[in-house]
Nanobody, 117 residues
Framework: QVQLVESGGGLVQAGGSLRLSCTAS????????MGWYRQAPGTQRYLVAAIAVGGTTNYAASVKGRFTISRDNAKNTVYLQMNSLKPEDTSVYYCNRVSNYGPAPSWGQGTQVTVSS
């Protein structure tokens, strides 16, 4: 069974930083690119950052230059360093695989990030 556990969210002022962590089951982590998705109330969940097994990264335009994704393959953990946070970054953040088959159907609980102006 796929398990995804996110942590590290919180309340921060605009311009601040947070670091999110996600520990995944080895079965999903070891062979897949991993990504961070976010979902604000009333909107669809979408991918903001992705990292391949080998370390290649990609970012949504809205976060490029401010967010950095990384992974520790030995710990089955993916991180998202978020700097220069803006109120529009307020969302619940989730991690999951990035695959041609789509994300794994079982999501974690997510971690809430709230950025105050």
């Amino acid at each position: 069974q796929v398990q995804l556990v996110e942590s590290g969210g919180g309340l921060v002022q605009a311009g601040g930083s947070l670091r999110l962590s996600c520990t995944a089951s080895r079965s999903i982590f070891s062979i897949n690119a991993m990504g961070w998705y976010r979902q604000a109330p009333g909107t669809q969940r979408y991918l903001v950052a992705a990292i391949a097994v080998g370390g290649t990264t990609n970012y949504a335009a809205s976060v490029k230059g401010r967010f950095t994704i990384s992974r520790d393959n030995a710990k089955n953990t993916v991180y998202l360093q978020m700097n220069s946070l803006k109120p529009e970054d307020t969302s619940v953040y989730y991690c999951n695989r990035v695959s041609n088959y789509g994300p794994a159907p079982s999501w974690g609980q997510g971690t809430q990030v709230t950025v105050s102006s």
